[in-house]
């Protein structure tokens, strides 16, 4: 034996071994143990840090967006009866109602009614579309116009803040004796929901943008998807291997990581070149955002091909499926799960962008919600941008409830590709 | 050198290799190999790791297409027709010369689809009516009717390893090939389920011509009737199953199989 | 030859072959000693061998478990397998030779007046001749020799013709003093005896051709 004799093997009968727990054993043990336990403690740390700060954006959030669904308001009752204003059904079921009964003096019927309740001062604060309300519920109920009701009109936004004691000592003062005599309050305000863009935080609403962000992702996620998931599948099984597919594979990579905006160029010198009249149309925004987020979906498409076991391939192809059929009835179902989580993260991040759509005109004032995809648009992320700009105190609470509007929508849009993710990987 | 013992010339021969070599980018896998497949054995390849013998197998039903770096050279028939001709089409071939792997590889569906898949995308069946009956036939060949009758809606992978290679089996059957490869389909089973493969080989023998790859000599001379010995990618030693274990005639083959190799 | 990877395998080749050496050395001894004691009347020795007979129904059974333990652990195959096989059979071979020994051992105290019988010298060298086809066809056994096998089943002709001289010469001999009749009857078992061991040693050697080449030799050279 040329090598040197180590403690096992000096001769053939098994060593007895030392007692195991000496001092330095102790004090290695103790050591390690020590070690473990603050290294549990620092990722646990980690993790409370990380629940805290989302808590208390949430919660920041919520505090200051439940204030952005209520407004104040001023209650007027209007006896039609008397107003002198007129119409029947019919007339009243007509498009053109509306114009109708702001003809007839629908606006100074209602002035004429809250100075009567409220004073000349408080009538002066109505908002200058408050008459609107009044118009919507006659058009909804045209029986309505041999009763009298008492309406919530919106107040204008100098009030509004009085009301909150911002102001002008005399209008703050006003706000409280109105307050008092509860005639005027902050209640719960549902028409946030239906409403577009206004000058006046009082009138204003999310429905517009929330419109132009749904059919801004539809258009992203029609050209997204499918160009993603096909290009990733060519790119794993077609693809010959060698230079032109690597130079491919590493350009889509980086477009991944190219800042959004610089996208927005692309939208601005490319497709509004080629559709000059469509700016700020979910149209041009969707191919705008198409392009940003399809490589997320090919990097993870192609990934999750990757991860489709060969063993199933080999199977398929023994038995004599074609190359396509083995894509489309075996790979396909097998990396869709993996395909759905890129396209929600890709989704996720298109919904919150604003960069790129700021390029292409999607930034505009938008009084009401988008017809369709040509018409001019603006998205949830641009309105939060466009509020918090404004000077009215007001927008600052809607800016809030703005948020609380997106956040809700982005959990929806995920778990509806969480619900279609968990189906395919049930099935298969 | 390869000895071929003299009783094997005079037969049809199902799949005729001559001068087969594979090459992996500059190295050779299989060197020259010339064989005939009977249409009426079990034919077995034995011989230690890396010997080539899956890779010669893999020859047979084309799978080297699918590994970018493997080039076969030489002539591979079957029944007469080139496999790597311009008029055979490789995926009508794969129907004919059906494959059994290793592992265990039933696709994530049912039981019913993993069979009918097959006959499916070949035309042999459509209406719901014909399927039922090839799934039913594939399944009763290989074994597996009684055990899964009742259950052809559960997922194919839910099954225990022996179950999932016969179903695999009754997968290759239902498309109706004249040719079963299997690649050591039991090596990954547990004695009994071997057995249970074994005697399944044994029915299957004399409807399919049957080609195994499995390194268990015992195996191989238990299910086959003719054996070919593969050594470092050359084909040593090709006879009937009971001479190539009783009294080999190549020196490498002897000391390969008493185990006196490496 | 390359040995085994498995080096217990070697072991329990090696040991069998160890067994069928000491059956065969034991069947040779018998053989030489069973006719030593014959041609002398030495009763003791005759009964030593008798005794040691039992020696080789032992080393046969022992035979018998190692070699279905060699394949039922190791699988032997080919040429291992034919060795196995071979050596079991050889076993209950020598054993019947040690059997026959036994037998012509048995005889010593039945013939009488030994000195006089001209028939009783040449079973001796008869017996050599036996006792060498056994000698040889065990080192062919050992040294996988076919060639020495067929010399061995060869040497069974000369066996033979000792047999036939032996059987000529007592028939006259008795014919010629019918006294000795009893004697000389003891005496043709004994022949026959030897004679049966010469075609049990040349059994052997066919089965040590098979062992070694998978062929049993040529009707021819029997």
Redesign the interface.
């Known amino acids: 034996m040329s090598s040197p004799a180590l403690p096992h093997d000096a001769g053939d009968a098994p060593q007895t071994r030392g007692p195991t727990r000496t001092p330095a054993f102790e004090k290695r043990l103790a050591q390690r143990y020590r070690a473990e336990r603050n290294f549990r403690r620092i990722g646990l740390g980690a993790v409370v840090f990380s629940v805290a700060v989302l808590v208390f954006l949430l919660g920041n959030m919520l505090m200051n967006g439940v204030a952005g669904f209520q407004r104040a308001e001023l209650a007027v009752t209007i006896d039609f009866a008397q107003s002198g204003v007129t119409g029947d059904p019919v007339s009243l079921a007509a498009p053109s109602a509306v114009q109708t009964l702001e003809m007839q003096g629908l606006p100074d019927v209602v002035t004429f009614f809250a100075e009567e309740q409220l004073g000349k001062d408080a009538a002066a604060e109505i908002a200058p579309e408050g008459w609107r309300d009044v118009a919507a519920a006659l058009t909804a109920d045209p029986d309505l116009i041999t009763r009298s009701q008492t309406f919530y009109l919106p107040t204008t936004s100098a009030l509004a803040g009085a009301l909150q004691g911002e102001g002008p000592a005399e209008l703050r003062a006003l706000a409280q004796k109105l307050s008092d005599q509860g005639k005027l309050g902050r209640n719960w305000d549902w028409g946030f929901l239906a409403r577009s863009d206004a000058t006046s935080p009082q009138s204003v609403g999310i429905w517009g943008a929330l419109k132009g962000s749904m059919l801004t992702m539809l258009v992203t996620l029609v050209l997204a998807f499918p160009i993603g998931v096909l290009s990733a599948l060519y790119l794993e099984e077609y693809a010959?291997?060698g230079r032109w597919t690597d130079i491919i594979e590493v350009s889509i990579s980086n477009l991944a990581a190219v800042p959004s905006i610089i996208f927005g160029l692309l939208g601005l010198s490319v497709f509004l070149a080629l559709f000059p009249n469509l700016r700020s149309a979910p149209l041009i925004g969707g191919m705008t955002l198409a392009l940003m987020t399809m490589p997320v979906i090919v990097i993870s498409g192609r990934n999750a091909i990757k991860a489709v076991?060969p063993?199933?391939?080999?199977?398929?192809?023994?038995?004599?499926?074609?190359p396509v059929?083995v894509v489309f009835?075996?790979v396909l179902p097998?990396a869709l799960p993996g395909m759905l989580t890129g396209t929600i993260i890709g989704m996720a991040r298109a919904l919150g962008e604003t960069a790129p759509l700021l390029l292409i005109g999607m930034r505009i004032f938008v009084a009401t919600p988008p017809e369709g995809f040509a018409s001019p648009a603006t998205v949830l992320p641009m309105q939060i941008f466009l509020w918090s700009d404004e000077i009215d105190r007001g927008f600052v609470e809607r800016t809030s409830a703005a948020i609380i509007v997106l956040l809700v929508f982005l959990l929806t849009m995920n778990g509806l590709a969480i619900y279609l993710r968990n189906k395919f990987e049930k099935r298969? | 050198m390869t000895v071929i013992h003299p009783k094997m010339t005079d037969q049809s021969a199902k799949i005729r290799a001559q001068d087969v070599c594979v090459y992996y980018g500059d190295k050779k896998a299989i060197d020259h190999v010339s064989i005939d497949i009977s249409p009426n054995y079990v034919t077995a390849f034995i011989g230690p790791s890396g010997c080539g013998k899956s890779t010669f197998l893999r020859c047979f039903n084309r799978m080297n297409d699918t590994i970018g770096a493997a080039k076969v050279t030489g002539l591979i028939e079957l029944d007469g027709e080139d496999i790597h001709g311009s008029r055979m089409d490789v995926v009508q071939l794969r129907a004919r010369v059906g494959m059994v792997f290793q592992k265990p590889n039933p696709f994530p569906k049912s039981i019913y689809e993993n069979i009918a898949y097959g006959p499916r995308i070949h035309g042999l069946a459509e209406k719901k009516a014909d399927l039922d009956v090839v799934v039913e036939r594939s399944l009763t060949r290989a074994g597996l009717w009684d055990e899964v009758k009742d259950r052809l809606e559960d997922s194919g992978t839910a099954l225990s390893g022996g179950q999932q290679q016969r179903l695999c089996i009754a997968r290759a059957i239902a498309v109706d090939p004249e040719v079963i490869l299997m690649d050591e389909p039991a090596s990954a089973l547990d004695p009994i389920a071997t057995a249970k493969i074994e005697e399944l080989i044994d029915e299957l023998s004399g409807r399919y011509a049957i080609v195994i790859v499995t390194h268990s000599m015992q195996q191989a001379a238990r299910v086959s009737q003719r054996t070919a010995f593969f050594h470092l990618g050359k084909m040593v030693e090709y006879g009937p199953t009971s001479e190539i274990f009783t009294n080999p005639i190549e020196e490498r083959t002897k000391d390969y199989i008493t185990g006196r190799y490496g | 030859m390359a040995e085994h990877t498995v080096k217990a395998f070697d072991e329990d080749i090696t040991r069998l072959r160890g067994l069928i050496a000491e059956m065969g050395g034991l069947a040779e001894v018998a053989i030489a000693e069973s006719l030593d004691a014959l041609v002398r009347g030495d009763e003791a020795l005759a009964e030593q061998v008798v005794l040691r007979d039992k020696r080789m129904d032992a080393l046969e059974m022992e035979v018998d478990k190692l070699a279905v333990r060699i394949i039922a652990l190791r699988a032997p195959m080919a040429d291992d397998l034919r060795e196995v096989i071979a050596a079991l059979k050889i076993a209950g071979v020598l054993e019947r030779i040690g059997d026959y020994s036994k037998n012509i051992a048995k005889r010593t105290g039945m013939i009488e007046g030994r000195a006089r019988f001209e028939p009783l010298t040449l079973l001796p060298t008869m017996g050599e001749l036996a006792g060498e086809m056994v000698h040889d066809v065990l080192t062919a056994y050992a040294a996988r020799d076919p060639d020495l096998a067929r010399e061995v089943i060869a040497t069974d002709a000369k066996v033979d013709g000792f047999y036939n001289s032996i059987f000529r010469n007592l028939v006259s001999y008795m014919v010629e003093n019918p006294s000795t009749i009893s004697s000389a009857a003891q005496l043709l078992f004994v022949a026959r005896n030897i004679e049966r061991i010469g075609d049990h040693a040349t059994n052997v050697a066919e089965m040590v051709h098979f062992a070694a080449t998978g062929v049993y030799p040529p009707e021819g050279d029997r």
């Open positions: 010959p291997r076991p063993s199933i391939r080999d199977g398929a192809l023994a038995i004599g499926a074609s059929q009835h075996h097998l298969w």
